[in-house]
């Protein structure tokens, strides 16, 4: 979702439960796509990274799906855990051009 | 294999002093980047450096500059600070010079303009 100012979408689990986040990219040429994890205080931490070729990437818990139709980026995290609470950002590549930002999901997990 | 460093940690300032912000790549990367990220807001661009080159730059004024050593390493230059400068500056290291490749941050720079 978009998030106005200060105020950042949300998204509240139970520990175990899977999490799905959403992002909706806005270049349809984009081909390259990265979703971050930023813990408070700390600088973004890479957890997986698609590109357009493809629909669908899997890592250690967590699954990147790609729907290129509708601008579409989702990431989806496995037996959520307290440690993942934090916030979540995708961002979107062309060719040689840097990377582009979403504003972010905060992820709760509660115990 | 050391990340991203960043120096220093914190820096505090007062308006329209000068303030300089160093980073060094993951040993092998080529690309150094600099984002700014104000309290509760995304991450924006501000400049990327490859090969000790100006490669693109966001929609930040001239204020705003820097530059890439010889190392890889890189500096960003804030002059005549305003209080809205006051951010976490970030800076990200990538092994080559397209774009599509991973980005890696350092832990910031946690900028405080009085």
């Known amino acids: 979702g978009e998030s106005v100012g200060l105020h950042l979408p949300t998204l509240s689990v139970q520990e175990g439960d899977n999490s799905i986040i959403n992002c909706a990219y806005s270049?349809?040429?984009?081909?390259?796509f990265i979703w971050y994890k930023q813990e408070s205080g700390k600088g973004p931490q890479f957890i997986i990274d698609i590109r357009s070729n493809m629909d669908k990437r899997q890592g250690q818990r967590v699954t990147v799906l790609l729907n290129k139709t509708v601008k579409h980026l989702s990431l989806q995290i496995a037996a959520t855990q307290p440690g993942d609470s934090a916030v979540y950002f995708c961002a979107e590549a062309t060719g040689y051009s840097t990377l582009t930002f979403g504003k972010g999901t905060m992820l709760l997990v509660s115990p | 294999e050391a990340g991203v460093t960043q120096s220093p940690t914190h820096l505090i300032k007062t308006r329209g002093q000068q303030a300089t912000l160093r980073c060094s790549p993951i040993?092998?990367?080529?690309?150094v980047y600099w984002y700014q990220q104000a309290l509760g807001l995304g991450l924006q661009f501000l400049l990327w450096?490859?090969?000790?080159?100006?490669?693109n730059r966001g929609n930040f004024p001239p204020r705003f500059s820097g530059r890439q050593f010889p190392n890889y390493s890189s500096e960003l230059n804030v002059n005549a600070l305003e209080l809205e400068d006051s951010a976490l500056y970030l800076c990200?290291?990538?092994?080559?010079?397209?774009?599509?490749?991973?980005?890696?941050f350092g832990p910031g720079t946690r900028l405080l303009v009085l």
């Open positions: 040993s092998g990367h080529t690309s």
């Open positions: 990200a290291s990538s092994s080559r010079l397209a774009g599509g490749e991973a980005q890696y």
């Open positions: 450096y490859d090969e000790g080159e100006e490669r």
């Open positions: 270049n349809s040429a984009s081909d390259y």
